[in-house]
């Protein structure tokens, strides 16, 4: 089926308010699938989630480095995998094309070489995965090296989008480069609309 990248309207804060509100029904979800294929997940996965019960956003904060690898791999897993099979989506989906993976640019100034720095770091920032937690020198590592999860906040998203409605008439869709800028401008019109962040996976 290949890769596709999905793009949704989350909360303000991106996807730490759903997460640490769904922690009970998260766990009940996880528990028995742990129990039949323990091998499929990490130790300390379920010790982790019950700590974020106990302590909430505070949790978030660590000096171990395989911790915060930890942390990222549980909420992959919370977004992706437990909010589709358990039809509880924190975010809506406004995926306006399913393009895939591949056939977008890997740097916005391959597409708009006019492009501002600013306008290339945001178009990473989109693709590269983003963490909630606090360690120091932690960034993001996708677990297969397929999933991503990131997110623009919303004055990210106004910033963003600010950058590239200049371009939109320039913008082919019928060019999978070109289609691929086209559809996150989409997207960011969408969030700002709604005063959202959004959020991007890819999967």
């Not at 129990?35 to 974020?52: H, S, V």
């Not at 590269?128 to 991503?148: K, M, T």
């Amino acid at each position: 089926m290949g890769t596709y990248v999905h793009y949704s309207l989350g909360d303000e804060d991106g996807v730490k308010t759903a997460f640490l509100a769904d922690l009970g029904v998260f766990l009940a979800w996880l528990d028995p699938r742990i129990a039949e294929y323990p091998d499929e997940f990490p130790a300390g996965m379920r010790e982790k989630i019950l700590d974020f019960m106990r302590r909430g956003e505070a949790a978030l904060l660590t000096a171990s480095r395989e911790e915060a690898r930890l942390i990222d791999l549980i909420i992959d897993e919370y977004y992706w995998n437990f909010s589709f099979d358990s039809h509880r989506h924190p975010a809506i989906d406004i995926t306006p094309s399913m393009h895939k993976w591949y056939r977008y640019a890997s740097e916005l100034s391959d597409v708009l070489p006019a492009a501002s720095a600013v306008a290339c770091d945001y178009y990473r920032a989109l693709f590269r995965g983003c963490s909630l937690v606090e360690c120091d020198g932690h960034v993001y590592q996708s677990q297969d090296d397929v999933f991503h999860l990131s997110w623009l906040l919303p004055a990210q998203v106004v910033a963003l989008l600010a950058e590239l409605e200049p371009f939109e008439s320039e913008l082919d869709a019928m060019q999978d480069d070109q289609a691929g800028v086209l559809w996150v401008l989409v997207s960011l019109q969408e969030a700002k609309r709604a005063g959202a962040s959004l959020i991007v996976a890819i999967a």
